[in-house]
């Protein structure tokens, strides 16, 4: 606890010299005042004017504009400078607010360099560039972050925690280089590098030592390969660490600059000698290489369920005995375990040039979308799918949701899925390079041929009127603080009360049966205590309150099923969270670069 607590102060310490040295250093541009904010507005809607309006997405708000507000008030609520962190994440959620901090720097800076004319008139305003001050305030936001993430536990926990943080120091790592990359285009203008360069090798550091904390839970004696959720418990091979390694792995492969510094962590090879971690390559052939490795393994074992949706793991029945084959799946679905893998799927096309891979990314993108109830043909809704027995959905009305959305007993954990989704379908959806100078190794990575460009592009353009119909659904949550909730169905209907019948209950029919279930409420009153929160809203409506009284007693919360006709059927559960909050700001996100790139498909 005292080596914790020194470890602390002095991150905390050095955080406070670097702030006097970039201040002193270098003069940082000021927060905008107060009458200029309006100034983000106009820009905002000067960029998104043409391409927002289009009639292929009926698209009646300014997604920029929106994901720049979202973005403002996430920081605003509850990033503390002073602490360099989010203050009620916990460490994997901390992780995952700061990639998306930087992604969204990285949209800003499309938007500025890609819309000239309007860049140019909004560099004719009063001798403030607004955007630009907004992407040095946030800049040092991540910079802060990196002094204030809790690194000491993080270290020590499960494998799929370690993960997030490679994954946000390399996302920093991307914004770094694009933004260098504009500033030497504009060397006329700026003779000096852009500060933030000087970051680079602590963010390179951070992810090269925690991907090789997590490259050491890759284990072959159980189920033939694949990574360990936690080496402290019994063993599960679950999708999401899995797949965070895949494409950990493979943007190391792509991304990191590379690093020597083994400092301050060891592994232990035996108690009488320790060795440092070995050094960290550019494009280093190790990454691609355990990427491939962790995909191949990943098919092999059959995670998919009948609807192509990845499900939550395998357990090892038996394994002190001596099993070693995985043999009890667990069937729960998550936004995120669809999610993560696509931007790893498009990096191993960029890595290999298997089109292969970005054909297995764009199925489980339509997956997805067809399991919420709205068709890729008809772009359109179509009303609830279920093709097999027991399979659990990701949605209805073309909204996608959570198991735990319609009940309000989302968990933290929960509540960053929908987010994450989004984050890695706008990876997977950039436009893919067409020329060397394009690459994102000039020489070394893949661009793509004629037909394979044009597959992408009209695929992904395919997905942005889904995108539009959740974004459109998400703000509807947004409370007077312009906060997000976390129950984007809901907003599909006005109605509270006829939209809960609908979504929540399989609206039993005048005998007391639901058309989902063989058993009367009797004979479901018995065993309330057994069904789980996918199963719930299969209930007979009259079970709804005997139900939920008995999930909530094991709770910290008070809500009850006589809450959920107020006004804000979000308030429930942990109500309107920095979580929540990431979920709308990532849609947002997600459909301003879909209209960026193919709005005019």
């Not at 602490?83 to 994440?89: A, E, F, K, R, Y």
């Not at 800076?109 to 009063?126: C, G, I, K, T, Y």
């Not at 199963?535 to 309150?545: A, F, I, N, V």
Request: aromatic letters at 10%.
């Amino acid at each position: 606890m005292i080596l914790g607590a020194f470890f602390r102060i002095t991150k905390h310490l050095l955080w406070v010299l670097l702030s006097l040295h970039v201040v002193l250093g270098v003069a940082l541009p000021p927060d905008p005042p107060a009458e200029l904010i309006p100034l983000i507005n106009h820009a905002a809607e000067d960029f998104v004017q043409d391409v927002a309006t289009s009639e292929m997405f009926h698209v009646g708000f300014s997604p920029f504009q929106e994901m720049l507000g979202a973005l403002a008030t996430m920081q605003d609520h509850f990033f503390e400078v002073w602490l360099g962190q989010w203050s009620t994440t916990i460490d994997w959620t901390g992780a995952v607010m700061g990639t998306y901090l930087s992604s969204c720097m990285t949209s800003m800076l499309h938007a500025q360099h890609s819309a000239q004319e309007s860049v140019a008139r909004l560099d004719s305003r009063p001798s403030v560039n607004v955007l630009e001050a907004s992407m040095n305030k946030y800049f040092s936001q991540v910079v802060s972050y990196y002094f204030g993430e809790n690194t000491f536990d993080l270290r020590n926990e499960a494998y799929d925690d370690v993960l997030w943080v490679v994954l946000g120091w390399l996302e920093a790592l991307k914004y770094v280089k694009l933004k260098s990359s504009y500033a030497a285009l504009e060397k006329s203008k700026l003779p000096l590098s852009w500060w933030g360069e000087q970051f680079s090798p602590a963010f390179a550091h951070r992810a090269h030592i925690f991907y090789n904390l997590a490259e050491s839970g890759w284990d072959e004696k159980l189920c033939g390969g694949g990574l360990t959720w936690n080496s402290r418990l019994e063993p599960y091979k679950n999708t999401i660490t899995n797949t965070l390694f895949i494409t950990a792995s493979v943007n190391m492969y792509l991304y990191h600059p590379g690093d020597n510094n083994a400092s301050p962590y060891q592994h232990e090879s035996s108690r009488e000698e320790a060795k440092v971690i070995p050094p960290a390559h550019p494009h280093d052939q190790r990454y691609l290489k355990a990427a491939i490795t962790g995909y191949d393994w990943l098919r092999s074992v059959n995670l998919t369920n009948e609807l192509g949706l990845y499900v939550d793991g395998y357990h090892i029945r038996d394994w002190r005995k001596g099993q070693t084959t995985c043999n009890v799946r667990n069937e729960m679905v998550y936004t995120y375990n669809q999610g993560v893998l696509l931007s790893g799927l498009r990096g191993l096309w960029e890595s290999t040039g298997n089109r292969t891979y970005l054909e297995h990314a764009h199925e489980l993108v339509g997956n997805v979308i067809t399991t919420t109830g709205w068709s890729l043909v008809t772009q359109n809704v179509v009303g609830h799918i279920q093709q097999c027995a027991g399979c659990a959905d990701l949605g209805s009305a073309g909204i996608l949701n959570e198991a735990c959305d319609p009940s309000g007993t989302c968990s933290q954990d929960d509540q960053t899925f929908k987010g994450i989704f989004f984050h890695h379908l706008t990876a997977l959806c950039a436009a893919l390079p067409i020329e060397q100078a394009e690459a994102t190794i000039p020489g070394i990575s893949y661009v793509a041929d004629p037909e394979t460009a044009t597959l992408h592009r009209r695929s992904c353009s395919s997905y942005a009127k889904w995108v539009a119909r959740n974004a459109e659904a998400a703000l509807k949550t947004k409370n007077e603080d312009g906060l997000f909730g976390m129950w984007w169905g809901d907003s599909t209907d006005h109605l509270v009360e006829k939209e809960l019948q609908k979504d929540l209950t399989g609206l039993g029919d005048r005998s007391g049966k639901s058309r989902h279930s063989e058993f009367s409420v009797e004979e479901v009153e018995d065993t309330i205590q057994a069904v789980t929160f996918q199963e719930s809203k299969y209930l007979p409506l009259q079970l709804q309150q005997t139900w939920f009284s008995s999930v909530l007693s094991n709770k910290e919360q008070t809500t009850t099923l006589r809450d959920l006709d107020s006004k804000d059927i979000n308030g429930r559960g942990r109500g309107r969270t920095v979580e929540t909050q990431s979920g709308g700001l990532m849609v947002m996100r997600a459909l301003w670069d879909l209209l960026r790139e193919y709005g005019n498909d």
